[in-house]
């Protein structure tokens, strides 16, 4: 069973950045491939960016490629997301996931989610 606690979400202007974290509580946290998807209201659920196990592979969807940053410190069983240059239609809230890469992603957990807000 893995936990995932995320925090850094909030208001930012156009052109600000944000930086999201995500707590796992997972003893083998490093095993997990891990990832942020977002939910617009109105719209599916996409994955944001997602990172494998090693950290040396990473996944960026077209819109979010240049402007935002995965990464994970497996010592402090822990994920990031840098989020730079951030446009109005970046508003979602934005989920933590975690799983396992197998030709592509597969999240079983989800954490409870973090709004992120980009006024124009």
């Known amino acids: 069973q893995v936990q995932l606690v995320e925090s850094g979400g909030g208001l930012v202007q156009a052109g600000g950045s944000l930086r999201l974290s995500c707590a796992a509580s997972?003893?083998?946290?490093?095993?997990?491939?891990m990832g942020w998807c977002r939910q617009a209201p109105g719209k599916e659920r996409e994955i944001v960016a997602a990172?494998?196990?090693?950290?040396?592979?990473?996944h960026y969807e077209d819109s979010v490629k240049g402007r935002f940053t995965i990464s994970r410190d497996n010592a402090k069983n822990t994920v990031y997301l840098q989020m730079n240059s951030l446009k109005p239609e970046d508003t979602a809230v934005y989920y933590c996931?975690?799983?396992?890469?197998?030709?592509?992603?597969?999240?079983?957990?989800w954490g409870q989610g973090t709004q992120v807000t980009v006024s124009s």
């Open positions: 996931a975690a799983g396992k890469y197998i030709g592509s992603y597969v999240f079983n957990y």
């Open positions: 997972a003893r083998t946290f490093s095993n997990y491939a």
């Open positions: 990172i494998r196990w090693t950290g040396g592979s990473t």
